[in-house]
């Protein structure tokens, strides 16, 4: 595509941005309203907002310019950071983790279920492709330099009896090959001897002709119907790339390389016009700022009769003094003054009223305190509208060389870099004017014969009541080793590990398209696998990728991946590394074992973790069994010392900082054998993944199946995914090399899979029911329930009084 392509794509969803900046103020301006007003006005804007994410994604990734590639990142983060803030709205106003498609936002902003998923920006890994290949290529030099090979694929072992099968058989098919030419010579040989002459009878031409019409109809007749059954979408293409999407993916490489050969051009334009300004105006400018600060100071001193105060440099330096209204004589009351009687007196008085609410009040006030909802304000709210204007005032209208060649803007690189020169000299300049300042005020306390005064210091400024949020300085105890020595120690020791290359939208699985309906009528819905998939992007993947986001974003330090056996749960957390270019850093009881043994080397280890965890940041630290440190009684049989990190999990996590790209994963399978309490002080977040409805099953089969070239009318699809309800799908087992090659002539069948399927362990009734009932045992579904069961007990109590006065 064209560069007007993306600049009219650009245009048009600012427009977007300003509708949906809009209808996001007017919520936000809403205050507290019932939660019934707010679900669809939330669901809305969580629908445009993921909307936006996805075309400003595509305008990032291939934009040009690289100026307003800068206002596109900053639209792009604040629009990722409000919609990570619009979930966790969400989740508070229906206290639950899923918050699933409204229908009627759908319908009104003609957006499909799968649009209205968010995308993960391409940015996250393009830009650090570099950094993620050699960390890559450090893992894999390391391990092959300890011996360690990568896992290769079996060698085929056989019998001698087997072995003269197969022989016996391969030299069967030769010779029969082989006489099959011979007979086909000596007929041809035969048919050349006949006589030529003999003419055809017309029943044998009808015969013929009848045979070859019908042939050429039926075989019209399949072409036809399967050219409809592809328009109308009930038949897939066969699984190959077509030469156009071939083509696009190749013309935007193309784009992705002028774009960094454009940012190399910008960069190496930003420090030479720097130079050249600074060459050219540093010295005027600085001679400039000192003889203004020195006439203000002569002019405040022949009005005041006394020298003012230089303001710090955290304080705003000689811009906060030019900006003060009057002389100085008067001053605004102090912020940290205390409260005056008068003010602590209708305090009182005010908490006394409160205390003496009547009881129905008191209800009335927890009814509406259960029924409303308030949104919190928006970190990002306010960054996205001013990038939007900065784009619209700046980029929006305007049309010269810059906007055709997709060049740098050489005048605006020079406005910027002459305020950053003009603030950098009159920092010099004020920490001059200071030492000046104090040299004259000594001078003046001399002459007033004030030998013992000094100068006056500015004011500290005095902090309101209240603990100091001073936290303690964790103490390093590897100050002298380097980051790629404590790398190469912990991928020596096995905690570092490499990972395959999994994409998110590998897990396979439809969404709950009835949740929206079943909520309006009252009732909880169970999530979908498409679902789960929306939430390990919401919660694990989207805020891990950018720093800004991160820092901004609600935090989520720690998550909980439970299901059964074969249900995803390791693929999910390999494409949370993948997705994000995350390192991994494996705390499996089974893995630890024997590694940094003793009481220091358990100290020695989690700081390892948590220092290079924050150094090679994006981490995932991840534990598979997560039930097992807190499981009251461990087997004699288990030998992995299980309860080791129990007392410093909470530590570990609780060491995350907003700032921290660090996220905490756990994944088991019984998660109801654990401490409860302990469990969830751990894991904030609980992600179960349920076992898997009938459209996700037949979207698997369907899927795996066409991508094997084995999909076939004669398949039934239906019945394959009622059969292999409750087993974890293995297809590469049946699939094998000689079953492909078979495809052509021997259709794949659905007995085939079924007798796979029932050498496999199922998912039983029992596991299933225990993993329900310990669901309703998590805290956000206990919450849940306290909530509903207290707005039922209120609606009773008001209709025995209702009752009562009548």
């Known amino acids: 595509m064209s560069n007007k392509t993306y600049n009219d794509l650009l245009c048009n969803t600012s427009e977007l941005i300003v509708e949906a900046t809009q209808a996001d103020e007017a919520v936000y301006e809403a205050g507290s309203a019932e939660r019934s007003t707010f679900q669809p006005l939330l669901s809305e804007l969580r629908v445009r907002y993921t909307v936006l994410l996805l075309r400003l ?116 098919a030769r010779q029969g090959r082989l006489r099959g030419q011979f007979m086909k010579e000596i007929r041809l040989l035969k048919e050349k001897g006949r006589d030529q002459k003999g003419e055809m009878s017309s029943s044998a031409a009808t015969a013929i002709q009848r045979v070859w019409r019908g042939f050429i109809a039926r075989r019209d007749t399949r072409r036809r119907k399967k050219e409809e059954q592809l328009l109308i979408g009930m038949a897939l293409p066969a699984y190959s790339e077509s030469k156009a999407v071939a083509r696009s993916e190749e013309v935007k490489q193309i784009r992705r390389n002028l774009q960094k050969e454009r940012e190399i051009k910008f960069q190496d334009a930003l420090v030479k016009i720097e130079e050249q300004l600074r060459a050219q105006h540093g010295v005027k400018i600085n001679e400039r700022i000192a003889d203004e600060l020195r006439r203000w100071i002569s002019e405040y001193y022949e009005r005041t009769g006394k020298l003012p105060e230089f303001p710090s440099e955290e304080g705003g330096g000689s811009r906060a003094m030019f900006s003060r ?49 308030k949104c919190t304000s928006s970190a990002f709210l306010q960054d996205m509208v001013n990038s939007n204007e900065e784009y619209e005032d700046i980029w929006k209208y305007r049309d010269d060389d810059v906007i055709q060649h997709e060049e740098y803007d050489k005048d605006m690189i020079e406005r910027d870099k002459m305020l950053k020169i003009e603030q950098e000299i009159r920092n010099i300049v004020d920490e001059m004017m200071r030492s000046e300042l104090e040299l004259l005020q000594a001078a003046f306390d001399r002459d007033r014969a004030h030998k013992g005064k000094k100068a006056k210091k500015p004011q500290k400024k005095v902090r309101r009541g209240g603990k100091k949020s001073k936290k303690k300085k964790e103490k390093d105890l590897t100050p002298d080793r380097t980051t790629e020595s404590l790398f190469e120690e912990l ?69 909980l991946i439970t299901g059964p056996s074969g249900s995803g749960k390791k693929m999910l957390v390999h494409a949370i590394c993948s997705e994000v270019g995350a390192m991994l850093f494996d705390l499996t009881p089974a893995n630890i074992v024997g590694k940094y043994p003793g009481k220091t080397g358990l100290i ?203």
């Open 604 to 806: 020695m280890l989690i700081h390892l973790v948590m220092k290079v965890s924050r150094l090679l940041q994006p981490s995932v630290i991840w534990m598979d069994d997560a039930e097992k440190p807190f499981i009251k009684k461990i087997p004699k049989t288990d030998k992995t010392d299980p309860k080791r990190l129990k007392k410093d999990l909470v530590k570990i996590i609780k060491g995350i900082c907003p700032e921290d790209r660090v996220l905490f994963v756990g994944t088991c399978r019984t998660p109801w054998e654990a401490e409860q309490k302990l469990l969830f002080q751990c894991y904030s977040k609980v992600i179960q993944i349920p076992r898997a409805d009938y459209g996700s099953i037949s979207l698997m089969w369907q899927t795996k199946l066409h991508k094997a070239g084995a999909l076939s009318s004669k398949l039934e699809l239906s019945c394959l995914s009622r059969v292999s309800d409750s087993y974890t799908i293995a297809l590469d087992s049946v699939l094998t090399t000689k079953r492909r090659l078979q495809l052509r002539v021997r259709a794949l069948t659905a007995q085939e899979v079924a007798v796979q399927l029932s050498t496999l362990e199922p998912v039983y009734a029992e596991q299933d029911s225990a993993a329900e009932s310990w669901w309703l045992k998590t805290p956000m579904e206990r919450r849940r329930q306290r909530v509903l069961q207290r707005l039922l007990e209120l609606e009773q109590e008001n209709e025995e009084k209702a009752a009562a006065g009548k």
């Open 491 to 559: 991928v020596t020791n096995g905690i570092i590990r490499p990972y395959p290359f999994v994409k998110i939208d590998d897990f396979i699985g439809e969404k709950s398209y009835a949740a929206s309906e079943w909520r309006g009528q009252g009732r909880e819905p169970l999530p979908c696998l498409g679902d789960i998939r929306q939430l390990v992007k919401e919660y694990c993947i989207l805020p891990l990728g950018s720093e800004t986001v991160r820092a901004s974003a609600p935090i989520v330090r720690s998550v």
């Open 57 to 172: 994604d595509a305008v990032y990734d291939q934009l040009l310019q690289p100026q307003k590639r800068l206002i596109v990142k900053r639209l792009l983060e604040a629009c990722l950071g409000r919609l990570l803030e619009i979930k966790h709205e969400l989740v508070e106003l229906h206290l639950s983790d899923y918050t699933y498609d409204d229908d009627e936002a759908l319908v009104k902003l003609s957006v499909t279920p799968h649009e209205a998923e968010p995308c993960i920006p391409q940015y996250f890994v393009r830009e650090r492709e570099e950094e993620v290949e050699r960390r890559h290529n450090f893992i894999t030099d390391t391990l092959r330099k300890l011996g360690y090979e990568p896992p290769k694929p079996k060698p085929l072992v056989l019998t001698e009896q087997q072995a003269v099968i197969i022989i016996q058989s391969h030299e069967r």
């Open 325 to 373: 209204q009057g002389t100085g004589i008067d001053s605004d009351l102090s912020k940290s003054s205390p409260v005056s009687s008068k003010d602590s007196k209708k305090s009182k008085e005010s908490k006394d009223k409160k205390n003496n609410k009547t009881e129905e009040n008191k209800n009335k006030d927890e009814a509406d305190d259960l029924k409303n909802f």
